[in-house]
T-cell receptor
Framework: DSGVTQTPKHLITATGQRVTLRCSPRSGDLSVYWYQQSLDQGLQFLIQYYNGEERAKGNILERFSAQQFPDLHSELNLSSLELGDSALYFC?????????????FGPGTRLTVL | DQQVKQNSPSLSVQEGRISILNCDYTNSMFDYFLWYKKYPAEGPTFLISISSIKDKNEDGRFTVFLNKSAKHLSLHIVPSQPGDSAVYFCAASMNYGGSQGNLIFGKGTKLSVKP
């Protein structure tokens, strides 16, 4: 158990819909990362937050957005969903958000868009 | 355009033997490399890392080798155990001034260790 929690575990929805994925970092960790793993793909970095502020952005679509709240949990919002958005979404947390900090991953949310 | 490549999707090894997982990268700006292990229905777990100033890092049964000139790294597991059966991801990062920790992952290699 990494100490990072993600809800829900599974999510099935239809094209065009909007969903919210939630991540609670390990106790004391200030930084949260979001990654997407599509079929047969490695994990693709989406976005990083540190203590409530966006720190780095990867290949995140404009239809996707994220935020980190004062209690440090983070939410990833996916809108106007397409079939290709079906994937595993992982969040990870680190203490300081610095390069070299070990990233602890949650168990992921499996999103299926029908 | 994949910057981190794991060209073997799967590897099967006998228990007690050596497992060698390979990873190639294309971006010469990468200077920190990691291996993560992932079991089904779980998130990736950090295994071992290496900085580009080193060519070898060892932790128990796990050793990572880095060949910068070839842009290649490998993970050796000796001896392999059935519990090592998992998907192994190679990951890399570059120095953005230290303030950004995002990782670039390969697609993973599924290791099966047979008793």
């Amino acid at each position: 158990d990494s100490g990072v929690t993600q809800t829900p575990k599974h999510l099935i929805t239809a094209t065009g819909q909007r969903v919210t994925l939630r991540c609670s970092p390990r106790s004391g960790d200030l930084s949260v990362y979001w990654y997407q793993q599509s079929l047969d793909q490695g994990l693709q970095f989406l976005i990083q937050y540190y203590n409530g502020e966006e720190r780095a952005k990867g290949n995140i679509l404009e239809r996707f957005s994220a935020q980190q709240f004062p209690d440090l949990h983070s939410e990833l919002n996916l809108s106007s969903l397409e079939l290709g958005d079906s994937a595993l979404y992982f969040c990870a947390s680190t203490a300081g958000g610095l390069r070299g900090d070990t990233q602890y991953f949650g168990p992921g949310t499996r999103l299926t868009v029908l | 355009d994949q910057q981190v490549k794991q060209n073997s999707p799967s590897l099967s090894v006998q228990e007690g033997r050596i497992s060698i997982l390979n990873c190639d990268y294309t971006n010469s700006m990468f200077d920190y490399f990691l291996w993560y292990k992932k079991y089904p229905a779980e998130g990736p777990t950090f295994l071992i890392s290496i900085s580009s100033i080193k060519d070898k890092n060892e932790d128990g049964r796990f050793t990572v080798f880095l060949n910068k000139s070839a842009k290649h790294l490998s993970l050796h597991i000796v001896p392999s155990q059935p519990g090592d059966s998992a998907v192994y991801f190679c990951a890399a990062s570059m120095n953005y001034g230290g303030s950004q920790g995002n990782l670039i992952f390969g697609k993973g290699t599924k290791l099966s260790v047979k008793p």
